[in-house]
């Protein structure tokens, strides 16, 4: 009969579930049917509300509300500040560019060149005052940040929770000057840090070399239609025949700028002779990461002489998106054609990753390095650094855009000792910047893959600290080929750019 009674009504079928509960109670007490239907109307105006109120807070937030309570829900309540969304009061786009390349917070771009210009030149170490001056052997860890600010509080959160990571030095180094990123710096409390920015970005040449600049050749124009145009770089297309596409430069430089820097620029680590370690905003660390990368360190000291980098992060089998070479070059391709915020290969290594950091939690591999392979969370010292630099030539000529690959090309074409890496077999430095396979096209700040790594991460905590490392070598059966570069570094002016920014070039 009650039933019947509210049948009658054309309520939503939503309200129909959440009312028939109630319902069910009631109806055992035999209330009569206007009665309920009193309570059905109170109900329906709570249920309509709530219905309200959840709508307006999934709007609100930029984040999927249920992943983020999830991901909250693993952080350390005393970490959350990190992760606070503060509103963005300014066009910004995912791939960096400006609204229209003048505004940001009211900030004008010399303006953001006086910033630049006046971060760099103080060199101001933060939190040393806490913990003590920065010493020779002090682990350096250096991260890039273009502008996936989501990604880089994650990082943050990770390495808040790092044992020992008070004892390091946290340089962020940036190519893209954005006061939100500032902010959320300036706000680490846990270890010191130093605050760097790239000086060539195209934030601040939006349209003058290294930023795409008024009389650059379109792309995709041939040789000859370029020679007719006669646009600045018409000599000089990549191996592949394109033109120069600033934003494929950028990340290159902005590598080769900060280990420059960091090694042979800044005061503080004049007489530094320790590793520094590199990461990258979308990374995210294990909590023992400094503990491995220091039994690594002295794993290879008693076993390793060859060794000459550590690496935390392995891309497994199926997550390793590189796969066999012309897979390989298809995605260097596709990645390099595509705008930077179109969604790339979606990861499919969430299960995979588990037995890796389970069994081989305590294993390290000897491997000549891979760049496509070993290039997250690597760690060097001065003295590799030199030799590296001192290949400059091959470095910032090789045409590839890519510091990884054009790295190898340094150690394949110029080293006298090549690389040799010490790699975890059960990584400690995860890759969370993944775009979201289900959210929408402009969605490259999913959290799915942070939440899928936490849980990894809890799962595998009683495997983390290892008491020991048992060392596996692997040598080359096969003589690796020379490769041909992935272009977008043929324009004669990167070169010079790189060279220029290199110690001693100037
Ligand atoms: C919320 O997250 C859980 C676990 O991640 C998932 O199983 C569930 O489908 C999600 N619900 C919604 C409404 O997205
Ligand atoms: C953005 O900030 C400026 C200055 O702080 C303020 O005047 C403006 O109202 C803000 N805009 C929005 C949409 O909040
Ligand atoms: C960046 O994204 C915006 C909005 O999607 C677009 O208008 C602009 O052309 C893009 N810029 C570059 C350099 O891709
Ligand atoms: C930049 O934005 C301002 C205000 O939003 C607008 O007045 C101006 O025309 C824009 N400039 C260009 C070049 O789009
Ligand atoms: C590091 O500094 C300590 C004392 O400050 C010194 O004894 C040691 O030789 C230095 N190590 C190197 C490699 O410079
Ligand atoms: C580097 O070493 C020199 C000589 O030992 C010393 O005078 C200088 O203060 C040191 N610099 C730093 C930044 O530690
Ligand atoms: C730097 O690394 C190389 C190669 O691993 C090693 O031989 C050298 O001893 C290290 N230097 C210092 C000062 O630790
Ligand atoms: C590199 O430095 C040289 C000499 O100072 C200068 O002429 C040239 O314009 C610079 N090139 C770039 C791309 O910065």
Redesign the pocket.
């Known amino acids: 009969m009650l039933e019947i009674c509210f049948r009658s009504h054309l309520w939503s079928v939503e309200l129909m579930r959440v009312v028939r509960v109630r319902v069910t109670v009631v109806g055992r007490r035999r209330f009569p049917c206007l009665r309920t239907l009193l309570l059905l109307a109170a109900l329906f105006f709570i249920a309509l509300q709530l219905h309200v109120s959840n709508l307006t807070s999934l709007q609100s937030t930029t984040e999927p509300a249920n992943d983020s309570a999830v991901i909250l829900s693993m952080v350390p309540q005393i970490l959350h500040k990190f992760l606070t969304y503060k509103p963005k009061n300014v066009t910004k786009f995912a791939n960096g560019t400006l609204g229209n390349n003048t505004e940001l917070r009211g900030l004008t771009i010399p303006d953001i060149l006086r910033s630049i210009h006046r971060y760099n030149s103080a060199q101001a170490i933060n939190n040393e005052d806490i913990f003590g001056p920065v010493q020779?052997?002090t682990l350096i860890i250096v991260i890039q940040i273009h502008t996936r600010i989501v990604y880089l509080r994650h990082l943050i959160v990770s390495l808040a929770q790092a044992k020992d990571i008070e004892t390091t030095l946290l340089v962020f180094s940036h190519d893209f000057y954005d006061t939100e990123a500032n902010d959320l710096v300036q706000a680490v409390d846990f270890a010191r840090t130093l605050q760097i920015f790239y000086p060539y970005s195209i934030q601040t040449h939006p349209d003058t070399f290294p930023g795409q600049a008024k009389g650059d050749c379109p792309r995709d124009i041939n040789y000859q239609q370029a020679q007719i145009l006669r646009c600045t770089n018409a000599d000089h297309p990549d191996l592949y025949g394109h033109y120069r596409e600033a934003k494929f430069t950028q990340t290159k430089h902005h590598w080769w700028w900060k280990a420059n820097r960091v090694f042979n620029e800044l005061e503080v680590t004049r007489?530094h002779?320790g590793l520094v370690l590199f990461l990258e905003e979308d990374h995210y660390v294990a909590s023992d990461f400094i503990y491995v990368l220091r039994q690594m360190q002295t794993a290879c000291s008693l076993a390793c002489p060859q060794c000459n980098i550590l690496s935390l992060g392995t891309y497994l089998k199926t997550y390793n998106y590189y796969g066999d070479a012309k897979k390989k070059e298809a995605l260097r391709a596709l990645k390099r054609h595509q705008t930077l915020s179109a969604a790339a290969v979606p990861p499919s290594w969430g299960f995979h990753i588990l037995p890796s950091l389970y069994q081989h939690y305590h294993k390290a591999e000897v491997t000549p390095w891979i760049s496509s392979k070993h290039n997250m969370g690597m760690a060097f010292n001065r003295s590799v650094w030199t030799e590296m630099v001192s290949c400059a030539r091959h470095f910032c000529s090789y045409d590839d855009y890519n510091w990884d690959w054009s790295l190898q090309q340094v150690s394949q074409m110029c080293l006298k000792v090549k690389l040799t890496a010490m790699v975890m077999r059960g990584p400690r430095v995860f890759h969370i910047g993944e775009c979201g396979v289900h959210h929408k096209k402009a969605n490259c700040e999913s959290t799915a893959v942070i939440s899928k790594v936490q849980k990894v991460l809890a799962n595998a905590a009683k495997h983390l600290y290892p008491s020991h490392l048992t060392i596996t070598y692997t040598t080359i059966t096969k003589k690796s080929k020379v490769r041909k570069g992935n272009g977008g570094w043929g324009d004669v002016r990167d070169h010079q750019l790189c060279m220029n920014m290199t110690m001693g070039h100037r």
Do not use: R
Request: no cysteine; proline share 0%; charged share 25%.
């Open positions: 020779n052997d007489n002779s």
